[in-house]
């Protein structure tokens, strides 16, 4: 069965710093990945996803994510966040020809002045 | 991408009445949408998958007799929490796939039970 681990609960980052969320999977082939972000009471936006080819994907708001099969890792970066970037963030896996997404317990991102 | 709209966004109910919540594809035919449920704090947990004209798919541990889906067109799925307690409280999204592997979430529907 697949399954998505991220390893931090609660990231705080002061404005203009850099930002890495971690992302764990286990799945037998190459999974299809994505990062959501989640504002409070409010369903999820897609930030980015990877299905198949260049490794470093780009997403909207100035995020982007690398695939790094040898460690099953997905994790998602910007050089510099924003206060309005504070949110909680999900990854999910999934597999070609199902839609069925499996979510880690999300990260949520503070931002500090 | 497809564009999902949830309705209504909060409710509030009274223990042992039943609650409906519509999930609408907008503007893309929808054959399957997916229901999910959010604790506070925590993760998205898939309930079922809803086929249009025909019966849900529940996963393991759902009560699909609590939890009533309805598919009957395209472009609408409603959720339906039958005989509501306060454990039922949580907030809950569907989303749509357009086969491209993405989907899309609606915008959630808060769910208080008294």
């Known amino acids: 069965a697949q399954s998505v681990t991220q390893p931090d609960i609660h990231i705080t980052v002061s404005e203009g710093a850099s930002l890495e969320l971690r992302c764990n999977y286990s799945y037998g082939a190459t999974p299809y990945l994505f990062w959501y972000v989640q504002s409070p009471g409010q369903g999820l936006q897609l930030l980015l996803k990877?299905?198949?080819?260049?490794?470093l994907v780009q997403g909207i708001k100035g995020f982007e994510a690398e695939f790094k099969r040898s460690q099953s890792s997905f994790n998602l970066r910007k050089p510099s966040v924003h206060w309005s970037d504070a949110a909680e963030y999900f990854c999910a896996v999934g597999h070609p020809g199902n839609e069925k997404l499996t979510f880690g317990t999300g990260t949520r991102l503070t931002i500090i002045p | 991408g497809a564009v999902v709209s949830q309705h209504p966004s909060r409710v509030i109910c009274k223990s042992g009445t039943s609650v409906k919540i519509e999930c609408r594809s907008l503007d893309f035919q929808a054959t399957t949408m997916f229901w999910y449920r959010q604790f506070p704090k925590q993760s998205l947990m898939l309930m079922a998958t809803?086929?249009?004209?025909?019966?849900?798919?529940?996963e393991q541990g759902v009560e699909k007799d609590k939890f009533l889906i309805n598919h009957a067109s395209l472009t609408l799925s409603t959720l339906t929490v039958t005989s509501a307690h306060p454990e039922d409280s949580s907030f809950y999204i569907c989303?749509?796939?357009?086969?491209?592997?993405?989907?899309?979430f609606g915008e959630g529907s808060r769910l208080t039970v008294l």
């Open positions: 990877y299905f198949s080819g260049d490794t």
């Open positions: 809803s086929n249009e004209g025909s019966k849900a798919t529940y």
């Open positions: 989303s749509v796939g357009e086969n491209t592997g993405e989907l899309f």
